[in-house]
């Protein structure tokens, strides 16, 4: 079983929906990071929060909007979605985000884009 | 962070060892190695990571050659559970000061024969 919690598993929206995605971890973790994986593709790295403040945006689209109410949660808004945005959306935390510190993943929400 | 070179795929059989290579010719004295795998449906998972010395714990072992231009992640007896994605990635100390993002590379697809 994993750490982190994602929530839904499975999501279907059409590209007018405004839907989020939910991820949770009660490992006391202070980083959180949000990766996104084409099918057969590595995960690629989208947002990372360090102690609830954005510190790295890969320079995602707007219509993809993070946010980190308390230390435990993370939430990824989505709006006006593309079919190309269809993929499997992954969550992951570490202690503090130091480089040498592993980092826990969930097992993701996968996401179709009508 | 430097690159990492990995065969696209590698069979095994079930119950023997499996050694894993990856190459990273340009690796700096900062950059740590650090093993991943993604079993199927699920999100990636750390195994390992180590700088100069050979480490071990209770998944696997890395054994890292006297001039870091290589490393090779060793399963000591293969089971059908460790079918997965294994990736290689260096991560700088160094890298943003507290940030140390992972970028993942292609990987090794190892299939387990029973």
């Known amino acids: 079983d994993t750490e982190v919690t994602q929530t839904p598993k499975h999501l279907v929206m059409g590209m007018t929906n405004k839907k989020s995605l939910k991820c949770e971890q009660h490992m006391g973790h202070r980083a959180m990071y949000w990766y996104k994986q084409k099918a057969k593709k590595p995960p690629e790295l989208m947002f990372v929060y360090s102690y609830e403040k954005l510190s790295i945006n890969e320079s995602v689209p707007s219509r993809f909007s993070p946010e980190c109410p308390n230390s435990s949660l993370l939430n990824l808004h989505l709006h006006a979605l593309q079919p190309e945005d269809s993929a499997l959306y992954l969550c992951a935390s570490s202690r503090s985000g130091l480089p040498l510190q592993p980092q826990h993943f969930g097992d993701g929400t996968r996401l179709s884009i009508l | ?114």
């Open chain 2, 1 to 114: 962070d430097a690159k990492t070179t990995q065969p696209n795929s590698m069979e095994s059989n079930e119950e023997e060892p499996v050694h894993l290579p990856c190459n990273h010719s340009t690796i700096s004295g900062t950059d740590y190695i650090h093993w991943y795998r993604q079993l199927p449906s699920q999100g990636p998972e750390y195994v390992i990571h180590g700088l100069t010395s050979n480490v071990n714990n209770r998944m696997a072992s890395l054994a890292i050659a006297e001039d870091r231009k290589s490393s090779t992640l060793i399963l000591h007896r293969a089971t059908l559970r460790d079918a997965a994605v294994y990736y290689c990635i260096l991560r700088d100390v160094n890298y943003g000061g507290s940030q140390g993002n992972l970028i993942f590379g292609k990987g090794t697809k190892l299939s387990v024969k029973p």
